[in-house]
T-cell receptor, first 115, second 111 residues
Framework: EAQVTQNPRYLITVTGKKLTVTCSQNMNHEYMSWYRQDPGLGLRQIYYSMNVEVTDKGDVPEGYKVSRKEKRNFPLILESPSPNQTSLYFC?????FGGGNTEAFFGQGTRLTVV | GQNIDQPTEMTATEGAIVQINCTYQTSGFNGLFWYQQHAGEAPTFLSYNVLDGLEEKGRFSSFLSRSKGYSYLLLKELQMKDSASYLCAVRDPDSGYALNFGKGTSLLVTP
């Protein structure tokens, strides 16, 4: 089954304790991205990657890191989480990004609470 | 910059037709997408428009006018399960082909 898998689904952590949210896709997609979703603000892109070893900042990258060492995986790293990073996070992937219907497939989401 | 606007909330009756509008101003354009999102779940793809006109897909249709920076999603024969948030998104080649989302329209379908 074609899917994007995020782990964990739920996480409560303390301020300053490094954490990683994993994302893996099995569709051989080139383009992967991370979003956060907050009430009243909608989905905002954190980072994206056009291919292996190619990453770039989205609209709200502060406090986050990513890496793309393999095509299928795109982990999101919070080196020193703070309460304002409490949010619902989604990983998404799509086949290419140039022309045609390159719909994004989303993971199930990770609800992160930083206390 | 990007600006994508949708109404915050709408209410409609089961069996009726509802139109959800989206206006956008983005530095680039490479397609407009509509997604459905139930509370606490992942967005799921509904439709894609890159050329002007209407795309029909069962009970759902989407329209695009690039010159007006305008799209709408039309939902026919509404069902209770259509109660969800509907997200308009524009793919912008000038920002790394990012999908830029509006804040979403929360649709409530009533009996």
């Amino acid at each position: 089954e074609a899917q994007v898998t995020q782990n964990p689904r739920y996480l409560i952590t303390v301020t300053g304790k490094k954490l990683t949210v994993t994302c893996s896709q099995n569709m051989n997609h080139e383009y992967m991205s991370w979003y956060r979703q907050d009430p009243g603000l909608g989905l905002r892109q954190i980072y994206y990657s056009m291919n292996v070893e190619v990453t770039d900042k989205g609209d709200v990258p502060e406090g986050y890191k990513v890496s793309r060492k393999e095509k299928r995986n795109f982990p999101l790293i919070l080196e020193s989480p703070s309460p304002n990073q409490t949010s619902l996070y989604f990983c998404a992937s799509s086949y290419g990004f140039g022309g045609g219907n390159t719909e994004a497939f989303f993971g199930q989401g990770t609800r992160l609470t930083v206390v | 910059g990007q600006n994508i606007d949708q109404p915050t909330e709408m209410t409609a009756t089961e069996g009726a037709i509802v139109q959800i509008n989206c206006t956008y101003q983005t530095s680039g354009f490479n397609g407009l997408f509509w997604y459905q999102q139930h509370a606490g779940e992942a967005p799921t793809f509904l439709s894609y428009n890159v050329l002007d006109g209407l795309e029909e897909k069962g009970r759902f249709s989407s329209f695009l006018s690039r010159s007006k920076g305008y799209s709408y999603l039309l939902l026919k024969e509404l069902q209770m399960k259509d109660s969800a948030s509907y997200l308009c998104a524009v793919r912008d080649p000038d920002s790394g082909y990012a999908l830029n989302f509006g804040k979403g329209t929360s649709l409530l379908v009533t009996p």
